[in-house]
C-alpha cells in the first residue's frame, strides 16, 4: 500500500531554514509527481510546489518562488522541501501528497509542524 | 494566483443535504474539470472525496456528489451524519502545471 511519512515536528527561529522530508513506499518513486501543500493554523490549504521524481523537474506556486526548493534522492525514495529566510507566517503543517494522473491527491503525508518562533 | 472563493461555514441537520460551492473563474474551474474536493478533519490529513469534478475514489460514500457549471463547482453532502463534520476544501488545476485551493468551508452537522 501507498504510503508517504514525513520528518518530525522542527522549532526554527526567524530568518533559518528548515528541510522537511517525505519518504514513499508501496509504489515505483520515480513514476510519480509530489507535491507540497502547506497549512497554516486555522487557515486554508494552500499549494506549493511539485518534483517530478522520475527526472527531477520542479514547479512551484508564485509565492514561494526563490525562498523554497524541492528536491528528491531516488535511492531512498525521498523527497526533501526547504524553505529559507522563515518568518513567522511560516508556521505551519506541510504536507507532501502524490499526485494522481487528473491533478488530485489521493495519498498524503501525515503532515510536519514547522514552528517559526524567536 | 488568488484563493477559489468557498462559504466559510455551512450546516444541517442529520439526514438532510447541503451544497458546498466553489466559485473561481475562467482561468481555472471554468477551464478545466480538474476539481477535486477534500474533507479534513481536525489534526488530521486532507482526504480526497472526489476528483475530476463528479468522480468518487473507490471507498467514498454515494451520499457525496459533485457537479459544475461555469466557474463554479459545487459539492453536495446528502442524507448528512454527524461524522460528515469537517472543513471541506476545493481545489483546482490552474493552467501551466498549477494547482489552487478555496479558502475551506466548515460544515456543521446540527
Known amino acids: 500500500q501507498v504510503q508517504l511519512v514525513q520528518s518530525g515536528a522542527e522549532v526554527k527561529k526567524p530568518g533559518a531554514s528548515v528541510k522537511v522530508s517525505c519518504k514513499a513506499s508501496?509504489?515505483?518513486?520515480?513514476?510519480?509527481?509530489m507535491h507540497w501543500v502547506r497549512q497554516a493554523p486555522g487557515q486554508r490549504l494552500e499549494w506549493m510546489g511539485w518534483i517530478n521524481a522520475g527526472n527531477g523537474n520542479t514547479k512551484y506556486s508564485e509565492k514561494f518562488q526563490g525562498r523554497v526548493t524541492i528536491t528528491r534522492d531516488t535511492s531512498a525514495s525521498t523527497v526533501y522541501m526547504e524553505v529559507s529566510s522563515l518568518g513567522s507566517e511560516d508556521t505551519a503543517v506541510y504536507y507532501c501528497a502524490r499526485y494522481s494522473s487528473s491533478w488530485y491527491f489521493e495519498y498524503w503525508g501525515q503532515g510536519t509542524l514547522v514552528t517559526v518562533s524567536s | 494566483q488568488s484563493a477559489l472563493t468557498q462559504p466559510a461555514s455551512v450546516s444541517g441537520s442529520p439526514g438532510q443535504s447541503i451544497t458546498i460551492s466553489c466559485t473561481g473563474s475562467?482561468?481555472?474551474?471554468?477551464?478545466?474539470?480538474?476539481v477535486s474536493w477534500y474533507q479534513q478533519h481536525p489534526g488530521k490529513a486532507p482526504k480526497l472525496m472526489i476528483y475530476e469534478g463528479s468522480k468518487r475514489p473507490s471507498g467514498v460514500s454515494n451520499r457525496f456528489s459533485g457537479s459544475k457549471s461555469g466557474n463554479t463547482a459545487s459539492l453536495t453532502i446528502s442524507g448528512l451524519q454527524a461524522e460528515d463534520e469537517a472543513d471541506y476544501y476545493c481545489c483546482s488545476y490552474a493552467g501551466s502545471t498549477t494547482l489552487v485551493f478555496g479558502g475551506g468551508t466548515k460544515l456543521t452537522v446540527l
Open positions: 475562467s482561468s481555472d474551474v471554468g477551464s478545466y474539470n480538474l
Open positions: 508501496g509504489y515505483t518513486f520515480t513514476s510519480y509527481v
